[in-house]
């Protein structure tokens, strides 16, 4: 069955879509990654969700518009995708929409992602699966790290422990210790991704550029220890206890303000700014890995996906704080590394319309497995 994923994360900049052939009854199954193409958000669209994710003054008109037009750009961009590639439609469809919010607790996480699959389903006459992270929280988990269970499937190894890094608006890691099973897998939200550095770079820039491709403004710039102990102060989120994750609530416009304003006091350059962030970024992911090393855990293999993976001044810091890590990208197995969420929703949506349950309650704190999402069904028989 061909199967595309949809994700859009927490930097809000667009959707990007896989297409994914998936085969087999039983897990791990068989895949194979064919094609994939991000499509950036218009300005209005941008803004309006971005304005529903800044804990701000909203209208239901506002919130019911966006969650309509969020549906429709998706089974747009889709059309598109399909005719540019020449593809078939796919059998199936994975639609993670925008999360607007996620406020986690250990028994009761509040999580919304918005958009509308009907106009997908009704399109393309296929079923969709959304809505992934709800039934979670419904039996007291925090709904993320929720592609845990994809990294499980394609990466257990019986001879390695393995992280699976991806470097979304937020990063997050799956651990997989060698020859584990599902009950010993762990995952969680290790602090920001690209969605201080994209921010930070697109107020220092007056819009003019929306993040540092590359990590070519942070590669020029130098790191100021006063602004990154500033940073350790106000963000405590390295000392929260696990399981946990985090968002746009903690990373967001207030936090980056505190910063920006820290910056100028400093009088730091635009590069030393982006620097500083990007660095903090690194460090966060850093200081959770050699968390895990104090619990015996050493990790043998880094495997690194999302944006942030195209940042190589943030790869650099990693690697340079991980010498003795084996630093690897998801294309190296397979799946481009901009697209491993992609990829990994396309599965989770083959796994919920198998029937397979797709959380993993060691990573997201639930109390059992349970299967996700909701899914938008095609007409299969007509009344007459």
Same mark, same amino acid.
């Given at each position: 069955?061909?199967?595309?994923?949809?994700?859009?994360?927490?930097?809000?900049?667009?959707?990007?879509?896989?297409?994914?052939?998936?085969?087999?009854?039983?897990?791990?199954?068989?895949?194979?990654?064919?094609?994939?193409?991000?499509?950036?958000?218009?300005?209005?669209?941008?803004?309006?969700?971005?304005?529903?994710?800044?804990?701000?003054?909203?209208?239901?008109?506002?919130?019911?518009?966006?969650?309509?037009?969020?549906?429709?750009?998706?089974?747009?961009?889709?059309?598109?995708?399909?005719?540019?590639?020449?593809?078939?439609?796919?059998?199936?469809?994975?639609?993670?929409?925008?999360?607007?919010?996620?406020?986690?607790?250990? =028994?009761?996480?509040?999580?919304?992602?918005?958009?509308?699959?009907?106009?997908?389903?009704?399109?393309? %006459?296929?079923?969709?699966?959304?809505?992934?992270?709800?039934?979670?929280?419904? $039996?007291?988990?925090?709904?993320?790290?929720?592609?845990?269970?994809?990294?499980?499937?394609?990466?257990?190894?019986?001879?390695?422990?393995?992280?699976?890094?991806?470097?979304?608006?937020?990063?997050?890691?799956?651990?997989?210790?060698?020859?584990?099973?599902?009950?010993?897998?762990?995952?969680?939200?290790?602090?920001?991704?690209?969605?201080?550095?994209?921010?930070?770079?697109?107020?220092?820039?007056?819009?003019?550029?929306?993040?540092?491709?590359?990590?070519?403004?942070?590669?020029?710039?130098?790191?100021?220890?006063?602004?990154? =102990?500033?940073?350790?102060? $106000?963000?405590?989120?390295?000392?929260?206890?696990?399981?946990?994750?985090?968002?746009?609530?903690?990373?967001?416009?207030?936090?980056?303000?505190?910063?920006? %304003?820290? &910056?100028?006091?400093?009088?730091?350059?635009?590069?030393?700014?982006?620097?500083?962030?990007?660095?903090?970024?690194?460090?966060?992911?850093?200081?959770?890995?050699?968390?895990?090393?104090?619990?015996?855990?050493?990790? %043998?293999?880094?495997?690194?996906?999302?944006?942030?993976?195209?940042?190589?001044?943030?790869?650099?810091?990693?690697?340079?704080?991980?010498?003795? #890590?084996?630093?690897?990208?998801?294309?190296?197995?397979?799946?481009?590394? =901009?697209?491993?969420?992609?990829?990994?929703?396309?599965?989770?949506?083959?796994?919920?319309?198998?029937?397979?349950?797709?959380?993993?309650?060691?990573?997201?704190? &639930?109390?059992?497995?349970?299967?996700?999402?909701?899914? %938008?069904?095609?007409?299969?028989?007509? #009344?007459?």
């Amino acid at each position: 069955m061909f199967v595309v994923g949809f994700m859009s994360g927490t930097s809000i900049d667009g959707v990007s879509i896989g297409y994914v052939q998936i085969d087999g009854k039983v897990p791990p199954f068989s895949s194979k990654f064919v094609a994939g193409r991000t499509y950036p958000f218009g300005e209005i669209l941008r803004k309006n969700l971005l304005t529903l994710a800044q804990i701000q003054p909203a209208t239901s008109q506002m919130f019911a518009k966006c969650h309509r037009e969020l549906g429709l750009f998706a089974a747009d961009s889709l059309e598109d995708f399909l005719r540019s590639e020449s593809l078939s439609a796919p059998g199936l469809v994975g639609f993670h929409g925008q999360s607007i919010y996620h406020e986690p607790s250990s =028994d009761n996480t509040v999580t919304l992602q918005i958009g509308d699959p009907s106009p997908i389903c009704a399109r393309f %006459n296929i079923p969709v699966v959304s809505d992934l992270r709800s039934m979670d929280t419904a $039996v007291h988990g925090q709904g993320a790290p929720i592609v845990s269970i994809v990294d499980y499937l394609k990466y257990r190894s019986e001879n390695k422990t393995r992280a699976i890094l991806n470097i979304g608006g937020i990063s997050n890691f799956t651990v997989l210790p060698r020859s584990c099973d599902l009950n010993g897998v762990l995952g969680l939200d290790v602090g920001p991704g690209n969605i201080l550095i994209d921010a930070a770079v697109e107020r220092l820039t007056n819009s003019k550029m929306k993040y540092d491709a590359g990590g070519e403004m942070a590669s020029h710039g130098k790191i100021s220890k006063e602004l990154l =102990d500033y940073m350790m102060q $106000v963000d405590d989120y390295r000392l929260l206890p696990y399981p946990k994750t985090t968002g746009r609530e903690r990373y967001g416009r207030e936090l980056l303000e505190l910063i920006l %304003n820290k &910056a100028q006091t400093l009088n730091l350059s635009k590069e030393d700014t982006v620097t500083t962030i990007t660095y903090y970024t690194a460090f966060m992911i850093s200081y959770h890995l050699k968390q895990l090393k104090e619990k015996r855990l050493e990790v %043998n293999e880094l495997i690194v996906g999302g944006g942030g993976s195209k940042n190589k001044y943030l790869i650099q810091c990693l690697k340079e704080a991980n010498e003795r #890590l084996d630093v690897e990208f998801h294309a190296k197995y397979g799946v481009p590394s =901009d697209f491993w969420e992609c990829y990994a929703f396309a599965m989770l949506a083959y796994l919920s319309h198998s029937g397979y349950p797709g959380n993993v309650p060691s990573v997201t704190g &639930a109390s059992r497995q349970v299967l996700l999402g909701r899914m %938008n069904l095609p007409v299969s028989h007509n #009344l007459k």
